[in-house]
């Protein structure tokens, strides 16, 4: 990795993001993995993920139960994890690495649903933890709320399931959509989910810059660049 390449970067930053935590109330629920990778959209500079235990009870445990069936971890792994206020240290390094990378330039964040889910979930959780992060909703990109506009304006390729019924929006209904190859079973680990994400906003950008996009400069494309 050349630092200095990096530093000297005029394309803006990205840390395209996921997490996968311990249940969908943004107010309560804790971190279990955050996967990101860092990248100008041309160059991959740094990617990693960062596992995490934020159980302080068997309560805990307990209420994340259906969570962990999603995301595929057992509490004994869980378990085993850094403490999560280390590890949300280690999330709020990211942001920094980031801001570094772009010449002190604020990244902008790029994931799917991250404005209503993952960042809300990052913020609470350093708030709890006394981790100071910057904030971000100026510079983020969710991709969901990109296709749902686009499947709204019919700007979206469609596709159906076996029995007729209209596929949503969905991470891996969109990978589908896009016909971007991909494992199902690995739908929930969060470097996967970042990288089909990445992969669907390539597939949108692709198509909204091609001759099949021509209404582009129309519906406000500043996220392309």
Avoid at 187 to 214: C, P, Q, R, W
Wanted: with cysteine; hydrophobic share 40%.
């Amino acid at each position: 990795m050349n630092n200095q390449k990096e530093l000297e970067m005029s394309n803006p930053v990205y840390i395209i993001l996921d997490t996968e935590t311990t249940g969908l109330n943004t107010n309560i629920a804790g971190i279990i993995s955050f996967s990101y990778i860092i990248t100008d959209l041309v160059n991959e500079i740094e990617r990693g993920t960062i596992e995490m235990n934020p159980f302080e009870s068997e309560v805990d445990i307990a209420n994340a139960a259906e969570a962990m069936k999603v995301n595929g971890y057992t509490a004994e792994q869980v378990l085993q994890f850094m403490p999560a206020k280390e590890g949300m240290k280690q999330i709020a390094k990211v942001f920094e690495r980031a801001t570094v990378y772009g010449g002190g330039s604020w990244p902008k964040i790029m994931g799917y649903n991250v404005i209503g889910y993952d960042m809300p979930i990052i913020v609470n959780n350093c708030k709890k933890y006394g981790v100071y992060l910057p904030k971000y909703y100026p510079n983020a990109v969710d991709v969901m709320a990109i296709v749902i506009g686009l499947d709204t304006m019919g700007l979206m390729p469609t596709k159906t399931y076996p029995d007729g019924k209209k596929m949503g929006n969905k991470l891996c209904e969109n990978v589908e959509k896009f016909g971007i190859e991909s494992d199902p079973s690995k739908f929930h680990a969060s470097m996967y989910d970042v990288e089909m994400t990445l992969a669907v906003f390539n597939a949108i950008k692709n198509k909204l810059t091609s001759n099949e996009g021509d209404a582009n400069e129309d519906i406000g494309c500043e996220w392309l660049q």
